[in-house]
């Protein structure tokens, strides 16, 4: 691949061993390489990742597992020499799975007590003990629903079975594209008089992994129990009821909400050498859902933040500005840690010249989401040429990212990661989002990539252009 | 990403129905639009490939498994309505891996009698039956031995232990610079004296797992006994050499070479429409390492070359030029399915208008290898810029693929698919090469890709340039 440097690569670019601040300005290109050499011969975000699937494989916001990863995350800063590591404090949900979750035929007869694979949606409700026995109603849209009449729905079970669409090439926006039965669907259904909500899960495959994810009840509306099925279980129950057969199911679940509680963003920097007021920040989310390991979600995203700022760290490349390490709470079920990261630090959002964040999982290097202005998203367009041994060099308009998303009503221009996105809802808020899923080559390609673009705007003379501020 | 029509892609572009030859000239990227929304929404190749894997998981030259391949791929053509079907017969050399291969301490006296996993190299002669027991020495190069001295490797094992290069983000370049010591490091040691050699396995990862692959004895050299040590296995044992204890293995093994039998390339044909003497080959090869399933190497190739087929018929895409299956025998011990190829059709050359291989696993399509013309890889870079809703828009010069790389002195333009690299050498020759390890859309991207460059050029109004002939 041929990369030329283009004229914004010629202004100046100093990179000063820490050790020897007297040292020679760097070329930008050979900085690179040493960073993508030292991440796939000796990276260690491999390890990390290792590490925190070890220590809290289940780390939904409120739980225990929550509580270790903020303590592991926190221990491993000290241990790899961050500055300012600090534990921001913030107030988070907690929702608990509970005990049992259990989708039983009761008819057609022949059925009668086979079960098929479920996970509540983080949010629902539980259903009464003895369980929700009703016949089943198939829709893919709401408009379907609504199409059914006035009682289409009274006292059944809807199942959402709109599948991802598989044509699309960016798994990602298949899953913009579907997800809406999820988080809407409880809500959807009891409009419609249904007694509980079955979704099919959100994955490219067709399989008998369910995949859970979040819920919100719409307000002022009814609230019926919710669980994600299996594709394979999804296309059973529409095929029998297809077929003209009355189909009811059991639906039980324990699951609840309790009081929130306290969690922490958990941050760390290299201070920057000559602008340290001046942050770039590298992020991706600690919390996960309780089932897996959260391996591509976020896992890879914390090690790969914790692995850019130690591959500076040992390269001895200390930038211009800060780059700051943030391990998001919450952004699975709330938000509530991006959301009080720019509460908190509104008064700094003005030198903060870009937000990285990496959760699209542990995957081989694409490219970028700018969420910026056209002159800030051209300017990044060059420097990420520099990437190219990384791979990571497509840039496309989008958000960064959920946990950084609140900075942009300040003007921060935001960057989310892009790994290829094949496998990702293979994965993704499932139980086999674990550690084994993910390749070592991969996630170190791209720790470099975003080591790299952090560097590179760090250590650079001026700023990206920013938006105007929406909001303070 | 912006795809403008570069000048060659205006030249009149026809594709017709099969049933409706007097149908209008379609927008090129409408048909590779139409291909890639077939292979990722209802494509076969995952299915192919999962039928394969489990007909044939063991198919080396020679082997029953083979031949079971070579049936299945025969009957599944018929099965699809391929034209031109045949078994084209060519003789392969037939190993054997046999019942033992073990490596065991006999010192130092703590680990006595401890087994380290070990594959026999493709081709190496056995040990007697009592095995071969000597001390270990270790290098990384053929000049390390050398500088031992005349009576360096003298009655010992020499393991070559020089790694893949981590910081290679092209994986197959690591390979390259690493491979020397599998296919000659058995002759390199017998001609310092050694009884013996080790080899550690081609891998970027780091575990147990052994790989093994083609040596080949350097004639009028004394023949030793060969196997490949897992990369865990072999730091091993180079650290307590490097410790300056004794080590001395126990090496037996017992494959054997038979006569050479008859096997076949499977050919199958989408015959042009107006020039079907004029051929685009799409090819893989069928015969794989007798451990594993072969999956990644090379049965994806193979069904993404059947499937490439497939979708151009079942979407009505009968191009000028006939596409031309070919799934060569024996790639991975002889070539002779290339070799014989390029023999049994020297005088259809001239009408080989272009010649795909895959056979770099099923990962994500990034690009291209071309070993053509630089004026044809100019074209070839106008062309592939279609296919950018795959992925494959990269172009490298190379060579295609080692199936169809006899053509080449024919002046044939060659091109590999070129898919990502990062986890190739997790699975290449080892019993991690199964069916699970490859991705379904992953896998269909590629063959999307492939079945798209196909129709490209099979429809196109001129042929690619050619080079010279350099043999006929």
């Given at each position: 691949?041929?990369?030329?440097?283009?004229?914004?690569?010629?202004?100046?670019?100093v990179?000063?061993?820490?050790?020897?601040?007297?040292?020679?300005?760097?070329?930008?290109?050979?900085?690179?390489?040493?960073?993508?050499?030292?991440?796939?011969?000796?990276?260690?975000?491999?390890?990390?990742?290792?590490?925190?699937?070890?220590?809290a494989?289940?780390?939904?916001s409120?739980?225990e597992?929550?509580?270790?990863?903020?303590?592991?995350?926190?221990a491993?800063?000290?241990?790899?020499?961050?500055?300012?590591?600090?534990?921001?404090?913030?107030?988070?949900p907690?929702w608990?799975?509970?005990?049992?979750?259990?989708?039983?035929?009761?008819?057609?007869?022949?059925?009668?007590?086979?079960?098929?694979?479920?996970?509540?949606?983080?949010?629902?409700?539980?259903?009464?003990?003895?369980?929700?026995?009703a016949?089943?109603?198939?829709v893919?849209?709401?408009?379907?629903?609504?199409?059914?009449?006035?009682?289409?729905?009274?006292?059944?079970?809807?199942?959402?079975?709109?599948?991802?669409?598989?044509?699309?090439?960016d798994t990602?926006?298949?899953?913009g594209?579907?997800?809406?039965?999820?988080?809407?669907?409880?809500?959807?259904?009891?409009?419609?008089?249904?007694?509980?909500?079955?979704?099919?899960?959100?994955t490219?495959?067709?399989?008998?992994?369910?995949?859970?994810g979040?819920?919100?009840?719409?307000?002022?509306?009814?609230?019926?129990p919710?669980?994600?099925?299996?594709?394979?279980?999804?296309?059973?129950?529409?095929?029998?009821?297809?077929?003209?057969?009355?189909?009811?199911?059991?639906?039980?679940?324990?699951?609840?909400?309790?009081?929130?509680?306290?969690s922490?963003?958990?941050v760390?920097?290299?201070?920057?050498r000559?602008?340290?007021?001046?942050?770039?920040?590298?992020?991706?989310?600690?919390?996960?859902?309780?089932?897996?390991?959260?391996a591509?979600?976020?896992?890879?995203?914390?090690?790969?933040?914790?692995?850019?700022?130690?591959?500076?760290?040992?390269?001895g490349?200390?930038?211009?500005?800060?780059?700051?390490?943030v391990?998001?709470?919450?952004?699975?079920?709330g938000?509530?840690?991006?959301q009080?990261?720019?509460?908190a630090?509104?008064?700094?959002m003005?030198?903060?010249?870009?937000?990285?964040?990496s959760?699209?999982?542990?995957?081989?290097?694409?490219?970028?989401?700018?969420?910026?202005?056209?002159?800030?998203?051209?300017?990044?367009e060059?420097?990420?040429r520099?990437?190219?041994?990384?791979?990571?060099?497509?840039?496309e308009a989008?958000?960064g990212?959920?946990?950084?998303?609140?900075?942009?009503?300040?003007?921060?221009?935001?960057?989310?990661?892009?790994?290829?996105s094949?496998?990702?809802?293979d994965?993704?808020?499932?139980?086999?989002?674990?550690?084994?899923?993910?390749?070592?080559?991969?996630?170190?390609?791209?720790?470099?990539?975003?080591?790299?673009?952090?560097?590179?705007?760090?250590?650079?003379?001026?700023?990206?252009p920013?938006?105007?501020?929406?909001?303070?």
């Open positions: 691949m041929n990369v030329s440097l283009p004229l914004v690569l010629l202004l100046p670019l990179a000063q061993d820490a050790a020897s601040p007297s040292a020679a300005r760097p070329d930008p290109i050979e900085v690179i390489d040493r960073i993508v050499d030292e991440s796939l011969a000796r990276g260690r975000a491999h390890d990390l990742l290792g590490e925190l699937c070890r220590t494989p289940h780390r939904l409120g739980s597992g929550a509580d270790l990863a903020v303590a592991w995350a926190h491993k800063m000290r241990a790899l020499g961050f500055e300012n590591i600090r534990l921001e404090p913030c107030t988070v907690r608990e799975r509970g005990e049992v979750e259990e989708l039983v035929f009761t008819s057609p007869e022949e059925l009668r007590g086979e079960a098929l694979p479920i996970l509540a949606l983080g949010g629902s409700i539980a259903t009464p003990e003895a369980g929700i026995e016949s089943v109603v198939v893919s849209t709401p408009e379907e629903l609504d199409a059914l009449g006035s009682d289409g729905a009274d006292d059944r079970i809807v199942l959402f079975n709109r599948p991802m669409d598989d044509t699309e090439v990602f926006r298949a899953y594209g579907a997800v809406g039965q999820r988080s809407q669907g409880a809500s959807w259904a009891a409009r419609a008089g249904g007694v509980a909500a079955l979704v099919r899960s959100m490219t495959r067709r399989d008998d992994v369910p995949h859970t979040a819920m919100r009840y719409t307000e002022g509306v009814r609230q019926v919710t669980a994600a099925v299996s594709t394979n279980g999804a296309d059973r129950i529409a095929a029998l009821v297809a077929a003209g057969e009355d189909v009811r199911l059991r639906l039980r679940l324990t699951c609840r909400t309790l009081e929130p509680v306290e922490f963003n958990v760390g920097e290299l201070v920057g000559e602008k340290p007021a001046e942050i770039v920040v590298v992020g991706g989310h600690l919390d996960a859902w309780d089932v897996g390991e959260g591509h979600d976020d896992g890879a995203g914390c090690v790969q933040a914790l692995e850019a700022v130690r591959l500076m760290r040992v390269l490349l200390r930038p211009r500005r800060t780059v700051r390490c391990l998001f709470a919450n952004e699975e079920n938000l509530a840690g991006g009080e990261y720019h509460r630090h509104r008064d700094e003005e030198q903060h010249v870009l937000a990285i964040e959760d699209r999982g542990g995957f081989t290097p694409r490219g970028w989401k700018a969420g910026m202005t056209d002159s800030a998203r051209r300017e990044l060059e420097l990420v520099l990437l190219a041994r990384t791979g990571a060099t497509r840039v989008g958000g990212g959920a946990d950084i998303g609140p900075m942009r009503a300040s003007g921060v221009p935001l960057v989310g990661f892009v790994p290829d094949q496998r990702y809802f994965f993704h808020h499932a139980p086999t989002d674990v550690f084994g899923a993910v390749n070592r080559r991969e996630l170190h390609l791209g720790a470099a990539a975003i080591a790299g673009l952090a560097w590179l705007v760090a250590d650079r003379e001026g700023a990206l920013r938006a105007a501020e929406a909001t303070r």
